[in-house]
């Protein structure tokens, strides 16, 4: 009798489709162009588990740099759960990151598998969920404009490590920015999904930055359900979200293994996406 087995590997580009489709089935809302801006961070960091050749199971093992990686994409085929699948697949995407200081933002529910893996909680998020429109305010520009450079140190800061190749691709999204007395003081960005349309990342210096920056972001999809999320300890955000009529839709656990970063959480509005981080 043939025994089954179980095979790993890393999906292709085009093999991106099973993952946003799996995550859509779980009610996800993936981004329209998710898949090639999430490969590029890492295109060997999405990890694919078959049985006998079926698909099964798949997680995101992403290594932004040498210092940091981010777990995501943790799902295992609704016909496959409770085998042990997901934990082989679990332990091969920990495996993959090593040492390095890893996060993930995982639903409330799984906290507790996360901690028996050593990950310990640093905060929860929210997503909520609005409707787009308004009037663009004055003094806000097309994102394309700012130096790479500008941007990718920005972004490094409140991101906690450079995610260069990233960025490359997810700064071609429609995106916004402002800059004061020639510093960059914020940025958003703003992607189609399944359903309406996601800000992420939003981060900027100040609350009034922050406030600009969201309207510029909301006024280019008037009408379309909109979609933000961010950290609960940063009360300005939670008040941003309230003044435009947001309301929480989920909630997720941000959580660390090998060390808290320590992000500078007062000036993340949005945070780029629950997969990469």
């Known amino acids: 009798m043939n025994q089954s087995t179980t095979v790993i590997h890393s999906l292709s580009l085009p093999e991106m489709e099973l993952a946003l489709n799996w995550a859509a089935n779980e009610g996800w809302n993936p981004g329209l162009n998710d898949a090639r801006c999430f490969h590029a961070a890492d295109p060997q960091g999405f990890l694919l588990a078959k049985r006998d050749g079926q698909p099964i199971a798949l997680i995101s093992a992403v290594r932004h740099d040498d210092q940091f990686g981010f777990l995501g994409f943790y799902i295992v085929h609704p016909g496959f759960r409770g085998r042990g699948h997901g934990m082989n697949l679990w332990q091969a995407a920990l495996s993959r990151l090593g040492r390095r200081r890893i996060g993930l933002d995982g639903v409330v529910a799984q906290q507790e598998n996360y901690r028996r893996s050593g990950f310990i909680l640093a905060h929860r998020n929210q ?131 090998h060390g808290d970063p320590g992000l500078p959480l007062d000036h993340i509005y949005g945070i780029t996406s629950f997969e990469l981080g």
């Open 127 to 257: 997503r909520f969920q609005g409707i787009g429109g308004g009037e663009a305010p004055a003094g806000v520009i097309d994102l394309a404009s700012i130096p790479f450079d500008w941007l990718n140190a920005f972004d490094a800061h409140h991101f906690g490590r450079p995610r260069t190749a990233f960025l490359r691709h997810w700064s071609t999204l429609p995106g916004k920015a402002i800059i004061t007395d020639d510093v960059l003081a914020g940025y958003g960005v703003i992607r189609p999904c399944r359903l309406g349309h996601k800000i992420g990342p939003l981060f900027a210096t100040t609350p009034a930055v922050a406030e600009r920056l969201f309207q510029a972001l909301s006024s280019m999809v008037p009408g379309a359900p909109l979609f933000l999320d961010l950290p609960q300890p940063n009360v300005e955000a939670l008040a941003l979200a309230a003044r435009h009529g947001m309301t929480p839709v989920f909630e997720t656990a941000r959580m660390y293994l």
